[in-house]
């Protein structure tokens, strides 16, 4: 078993955390004020000292005001960590728009944010053993679009060509996991069927027995920026790196079966 040390103790790192613990590993987190048992994330005395021990580095940590705080305050230290294992969490954004194109770990990183793309570029070069994780949406239980449905808070948006892939949050964790023993490099965990957000939202309303939301512009919808910019970009994913060279499977090949698990 091993010791592993997470920056930021968000969703997907949590659930990573659940499930490591439950293999006899000593996992330790990151948060902004040190709730729950974590270590705060300024508290430099400690965190350093997780990082002397940890025999795995994740980061979960987005970048924030144009900058990594991760590697702001701690990339000196991870990159001379002991630890044979480094991760990191990034987003597929860092590809941009492909007007619905499939994309792969190959193609160049052109993002709208700029400061998510350099800090996954420079997570990349911090130091030779790392794995970057790009993911899509990301859901999950307490957080899916059957949440969303029953709260009457979910949109079909009428934008016919646009694309969306996705991943369960249980997948994340399985692909983490498989790199523990697959080599250093960039890998994108995504499900296997990319759709219209649209699909999610009438499967959901079907499971639940729920009336369809009206069809809407995406202006009529009334969504907030951070919703709107959603649908900015129209991509699928490819996962094909990692399952070749991971081993890795997703549990949930597409929303039908990853929905499912949630009710």
């Known amino acids: 078993m091993g010791q592993m040390l997470i920056f930021g103790m968000g969703y997907a790192a ?40 940890a025999t795995h580095i994740l980061s979960s940590v987005p970048p924030a005001e144009g900058t990594d705080p991760v590697l702001a305050r701690y990339g000196e230290a991870v990159a001379l960590a002991p630890a044979g294992w480094v991760g990191y969490l990034s987003s ?28 996954d570029a420079a997570w990349g070069v911090l130091r030779s053993d790392v794995r970057t994780f790009r993911l899509p949406g990301i859901y999950g239980p307490s957080r899916s679009i059957l949440d969303r449905i029953a709260e009457g808070r979910a949109h079909r948006i009428d934008l ?5 892939s996705r ?18 490099g960039v890998y994108n965990l995504a499900d296997e069927e990319p759709c219209h957000q649209n699909a999610l939202v009438e499967w959901g309303c079907a499971m639940l027995g729920a009336p369809l939301p009206p069809l809407q512009s995406l202006d009529d919808a009334g969504l907030s920026p951070a919703a709107r910019a959603f649908y900015a970009e129209n991509r699928r994913v490819a996962n094909d790196k990692a399952k070749r060279l991971l081993g890795w499977t997703p549990r949930y090949p597409s929303f039908r079966e990853g929905l499912a698990s949630l009710t």
């Open 160 to 164: 016919p060509e646009q694309v969306f």
């Open 14 to 53: 949590s659930h990573l955390a659940g499930r490591l613990r439950a293999r006899g590993w000593e996992v330790t987190g990151t948060t902004q004020d040190g709730r729950e048992g974590s270590i705060a994330f300024a508290d430099e005395r400690a965190v350093l000292g997780g990082l002397r021990s």
């Open 167 to 184: 991943v369960h949050v249980d997948d994340i964790a399985g692909g983490v996991m498989a790199s523990f023993k697959g080599p250093a």
């Open 92 to 119: 597929t954004g860092v590809y941009g728009d492909t007007g619905g194109a499939w994309v792969d770990e190959s193609a160049a990183i052109k993002g709208r944010r700029p400061d998510r793309n350099a800090a």
